[in-house]
């Protein structure tokens, strides 16, 4: 019984947790001090590097992810104003709710994420990073 409490406890914080582009700054920025070498081998060599000007390098890693979403159907509902005569001759109007199934098609999301870390006498002086798919979970 209690390791069941205990994985529904998991469940639901890791349901709470929250995906952000503010997430990935707050993990970005504990980089910074970083040695070159953690870098190195925690994601690998960099795709491109820069010289800069103060003798430092710019090191980028573009990352794309690819989520695809099944097909589904959903219920969509729409008002109908309908006007007819009744039976006196008399002109009536009715609104009536109509609900009726949607295909929603599979979907294939693409997200990229290009991280950019300035490298400075064997360590991470700066990050900066751009793209939607720039997201982690808060830091708390």
Same mark, same amino acid.
């Given at each position: 019984m209690i390791r069941r409490l205990a994985v529904l406890a998991a469940a639901l914080a890791s349901l709470s947790a929250c995906v952000t582009e503010e997430g990935y700054r707050q993990r970005m920025s504990l980089l910074v001090?970083?040695?070159?070498d953690d870098v190195l081998l925690k994601w690998g060599p960099p795709q491109s590097t820069a010289p800069? *000007?103060? #003798?430092? !390098?710019?090191?980028?890693?573009?990352? =794309?992810?690819v989520d695809e979403r099944a097909g589904y159907w959903r219920d969509e509902t729409r008002q109908v104003k309908r006007t007819f005569r009744d $039976? !006196? #001759?008399?002109? $009536?109007? !009715? &609104? &009536?709710?109509e609900t009726y /199934? %949607?295909?929603? /098609? /599979? +979907?294939?999301?693409?997200? =990229?994420?290009?991280?950019?870390? %300035?490298?400075?006498? #064997? +360590? %991470? +002086? @700066?990050? *900066?990073? @751009? #793209?939607s798919g720039c997201v982690a979970e808060e830091l708390q």
């Open positions: 001090g970083s040695s070159s800069m *000007s103060n #003798g430092g !390098e710019l090191w980028s890693y573009t990352k =794309t992810t $039976k !006196e #001759g008399n002109e $009536k109007t !009715e &609104i &009536i709710e /199934p %949607v295909w929603m /098609p /599979p +979907q294939m999301l693409r997200s =990229t994420c290009t991280t950019r870390f %300035v490298m400075g006498r #064997g +360590q %991470v +002086q @700066d990050v *900066s990073f @751009d #793209g």
